[in-house]
Nanobody
């Protein structure tokens, strides 16, 4: 029922910018909260940002607040993560998710995309 496809990952120089995108090709995500998480090798997956179903409410981890911006298209099935002033510690696999439980992110019924690699070099 949910098929999340991420795009926009790659290699970027420290201080640069990158834009990630995620689309639910099934159109189911439009009624639910969506979010971005990331996982570095040897570490647990961690929260990055989330956005409510209508795009009116956003939340960020303190490590990215002020540098990253999450947004949602009018169709509600596409979410973006605009990343600025990237740092080497931002290097990770970034995962898009939809929360089938709520219009605001709770994470109790998360469905995940395949992930996209973001590598930030010095």
């Amino acid at each position: 029922q949910v098929h999340l496809i991420e795009s926009g990952g790659g290699l970027v120089q420290a201080g640069g910018s990158m834009r990630l995108s995620c689309t639910d090709s099934e159109g189911t995500a439009s009624a639910y909260a969506m979010g971005w998480f990331r996982q570095a090798p040897g570490k647990e997956r961690e929260f990055v940002a989330s956005i409510s179903w209508d795009g009116d409410n956003t939340s960020y981890d303190s490590s990215v607040k002020g540098r990253f911006t999450i947004s949602r298209d009018a169709n509600k099935n596409t979410v973006h993560l605009q990343m600025a002033n990237l740092k080497p510690e931002d290097t990770a696999v970034y995962y898009c998710a939809v929360d089938r439980q709520s219009g605001v992110w709770l994470g109790t019924r998360a469905h995940w995309g395949q992930g996209t690699q973001v590598a930030v070099s010095e």
